[in-house]
């Protein structure tokens, strides 16, 4: 079957640096997205994997590993707005994207 | 405004009941998606659709019924509501996938409680 692994909650200080780990194991693979979900929001889109390697946008950079099915978003500088929870997504090999169920970040001042 | 819509934001029904939830998009995306996302998983897909009349089942379909006769709507019907269809309802939509952008842009939500 197709798994998508993340911690459930998180707990980290404003201005530390954090990082959220996903692991997967999917038919196929087509990139690897992470997105943020505010509470009683909507998720919005975060960064795309496709190949190995560190992607980086300000203060958040996501990183990819194919060959262990393993990446991780690193959050830099962290601020009480990025209290949040962080999905991790696999595209298998359908274009269909597989969802973890999310890792909760909890910032304290 | 440009983006995705849906409509109800919030809904309270009875077991039986049939109840549709909307879905608008104004990107002129081929593809669009329904999700729910219920405490402890991640978002499960219900339905999707590739074009306008081209549907089809998603992980978790079964209470569910979709059509698409244009593209910028997606509508989401349960025939007959059951309580385990109490859940938050998303509605995205994306470029083809494969194609170069595959990332999925999501609605607002549809809060939905069935009694």
């Known amino acids: 079957g197709q798994n998508i692994d993340q911690p459930t909650e998180m707990t980290a200080t404003e201005g530390a640096i954090v990082q959220i780990n996903c692991t997967y194991q999917?038919?196929?693979?087509?990139?690897l997205f992470w997105y943020q979900q505010h509470a009683g929001e909507a998720p919005t889109f975060l960064s795309y994997?496709?190949l190995d390697g560190l992607e980086e946008k300000g203060r958040f950079s996501s990183f990819l590993s194919r060959s262990k099915g393993y990446s991780y978003l690193l959050l830099k500088e962290l601020q009480m707005k990025d209290s949040a929870s962080y999905l991790c997504a696999v595209m298998d090999s359908n274009y269909q994207l597989i969802w973890g169920a999310g890792t909760k970040l909890i910032i304290k001042p | 405004d440009a983006g995705i819509t849906q409509s109800p934001r919030y809904k309270i029904t009875e077991t039986g009941r049939q109840v549709t939830l909307m879905c608008h998009q104004t990107w002129s995306h081929s593809y669009m998606f329904w999700y729910r996302q219920d405490l402890g998983h991640g978002l499960r897909l219900i339905y999707y659709s590739a074009a306008a009349d081209i549907t089809d089942k998603g992980e978790v379909p079964d209470g569910y019924v979709v059509s698409r006769s244009k593209t910028e709507n997606f509508p989401l019907t349960l025939e007959s509501a059951t309580r385990s269809q109490t859940s938050v309802y998303f509605c995205?939509?994306?470029?083809?996938?494969?194609?170069?952008?595959?990332?999925?842009?999501f609605g607002p939500g549809t809060r939905l409680t069935v009694l």
């Open positions: 994997n496709v």
């Open positions: 999917t038919s196929g693979f087509n990139g």
């Open positions: 995205a939509s994306s470029e083809v996938p494969g194609q170069g952008t595959d990332t999925q842009y």
